[in-house]
């Protein structure tokens, strides 16, 4: 499959990441042409989401497969520290050029994860910003994987922050709050430092797209639940 795409951020080094996974639960990167931001990729077949396989098995495979794609990386990957940073700097004039559309509690909290967690991250893998049901196909090579990878390098609790607040696994105070306990107890992770890298980056992204309201709802119930 050919993909060409425009240049963004996020996608900077999506060749990048896909090569360092090297198939290994993720789509294969045949060829490249950075100057045409042009990707030749294994095909998915029969390419159905994840999402449609119903919340539990979805999270059964999500499970599977993040301990394989945290693999140890650094350049040429942006970095959740960096990405923190930039995020914290543009988050307050957000929520005030929205007209202040949450409790500036919910803010304050996003904001002092974003600040204070980058400088006491443990090791850096490769993580996905945008994993979620829908970016996950069926496939021929293995029963599941991820295709379009939006790469940092980072610690793990950051990396399930998309998957606790995706909607499309149901999306009701219990369905966050039971992915978030079963992807941090299965996985090994620190509560504390996962639920604020999740909040942090969800309350950043609140501001992009039409999922202002179920982001916010997502952060609130993990704040409250702490």
Do not use: Y
Request: glycine share 8%; with cysteine; net charge negative.
């Amino acid at each position: 499959m050919l993909k060409v795409q425009e240049p963004h951020r996020e996608d900077e080094h999506e060749a990048a990441a896909l090569e360092l996974w090297d198939g290994d639960g993720a789509i294969r990167l045949l060829d490249h042409e950075p100057g045409e931001h042009a990707l030749l990729l294994e095909r998915c077949t029969p390419g159905t989401p994840l999402s449609a396989a119903g919340a539990e098995t979805a999270l059964d495979v999500l499970v599977e497969l993040l301990p394989r794609l945290w693999k140890p990386a650094g350049s040429p990957f942006g970095t959740l520290a960096a990405e923190a940073e930039r995020w914290a700097g543009s988050l307050e004039a957000s929520w005030e050029r929205s007209g202040r559309p949450f409790q500036r509690l919910l803010l304050d909290v996003a904001l002092e994860a974003l600040r204070e967690l980058p400088s006491t991250q443990r090791e850096q893998v490769l993580l996905n910003q945008d994993l979620h049901g829908d970016n996950v196909l069926a496939a021929q090579r293995e029963p599941w994987l991820v295709i379009d990878p939006k790469p940092l390098v980072g610690e793990r609790e950051f990396g399930i922050a998309p998957i606790v607040r995706s909607r499309e696994l149901g999306h009701s105070r219990h369905d966050v709050l039971a992915r978030f306990d079963r992807l941090t107890g299965e996985l090994g992770l620190d509560r504390d430092r996962a639920r604020r890298w999740t909040i942090g980056q969800t309350i950043a992204w609140a501001f992009d797209g039409d999922h202002r309201e179920t982001h916010v709802e997502t952060s609130r119930w993990l704040l409250e639940a702490a």
